[in-house]
């Protein structure tokens, strides 16, 4: 069997296949063929609440190239979902009843609360010890979901309207930042000691330039250095001389200060950094509402 999960984000949209492996009664997948497009649906949405036709024509034949994948890869179930910058523009289900019509593909607009629960149904991959308490901090073009986890248990989730394309195109609000922080700091005061959780393409990408072994934390002051270090290139540098994607070189800061703005909210010193993300999540979402039938 295989799956297909598509997360359209407000930077890039993102299809992963995966190959569903049963063994003894338990279902973990294996991931086949991952295809990020960046569209940079954000750039429209949080300037201007509305998603452009040359956009809009973008993403219904990124659809239409998505579905025609999973096809040919005779993907059995799929999940198709948008975020922050879907949620936002105020044409989001025309292009939805559009991608419908043209691509025969089901995308569905979820809320930030939904956005978070599936990126954390991902960690069923990582080895967290049960008797650490953690912050999972994942960070968007869009929007930032954090969730903090105690024995294993959710304890509290929220979404905020703070991502590397708003913070790029100067919509992130002061009032929003400061929402974040008293989340942070009313629900992380009553641990001693918590471990952070890094998801995202950014922090995947940080994590590589860290040189940090595979399942090692990353420690906040090496964060912190990257972040420095990142910015002393230019931008062109930072593709030309850093090898960077260009859709990668300019939201890279914004997230490096994201996450350690985060964590020195919540006293994190180190943070993990799971190769995961949404595609993950969606796909192990997909195996729990099967296993269910």
């Not at 086949?32 to 452009?52: E, K």
């Not at 949620?87 to 607009?109: P, T």
Request: net charge negative; with cysteine; hydrophobic share 35%.
């Amino acid at each position: 069997m295989r799956y297909g999960a598509i997360d359209t984000g407000s930077n890039a949209v993102r299809l992963l296949i995966a190959d569903i492996i049963e063994n003894d009664g338990s279902v973990t997948f294996k991931k086949n063929t991952l295809i990020r497009v960046p569209l940079r649906l954000g750039d429209d949405a949080f300037l201007n609440q509305h998603i452009s036709d040359k956009k809009g024509d973008d993403m219904v034949k990124t659809m239409q190239a998505f579905k025609n994948l999973m096809d040919v890869y005779k993907v059995t179930d799929y999940m198709a979902c948008a975020t922050s910058a879907m949620r936002e523009a105020d044409n989001g289900q025309e292009i939805v009843a559009r991608i419908k019509k043209e691509a025969n593909l089901d995308l569905e607009i979820i809320h930030g609360e939904r956005e978070a629960s599936i990126i954390y149904a991902s960690h069923v991959g990582i080895e967290l010890d049960e008797d650490k308490n953690y912050l999972y901090i994942d960070v968007g073009g869009g929007s930032t979901e954090l969730s903090i986890f105690s024995e294993g248990e959710l304890v509290a989730s929220q979404s905020f309207n703070i991502g590397t394309i708003r913070i790029l195109d100067n919509q992130d609000k002061d009032e929003t930042w400061k929402e974040m922080n008293e989340f942070v700091r009313k629900h992380t005061k009553s641990f001693k000691t918590l471990y952070g959780v890094g998801t995202g393409g950014n922090i995947n990408k940080l994590f590589k330039m860290s040189e940090e072994k595979n399942g090692e934390p990353l420690s906040y002051n090496k964060l912190k250095s990257l972040y420095n270090y990142l910015g002393s290139y230019s931008l062109k540098d930072r593709i030309n001389v850093l090898k960077l994607n260009q859709d990668r070189a300019d939201v890279i800061i914004p997230a490096c200060e994201i996450y350690t703005t985060v964590m020195k909210w919540a006293n994190i010193k180190q943070i993990y950094v799971p190769s995961v993300g949404m595609v993950d999540g969606i796909i192990q979402t997909l195996i729990e509402k099967n296993l269910l039938k």
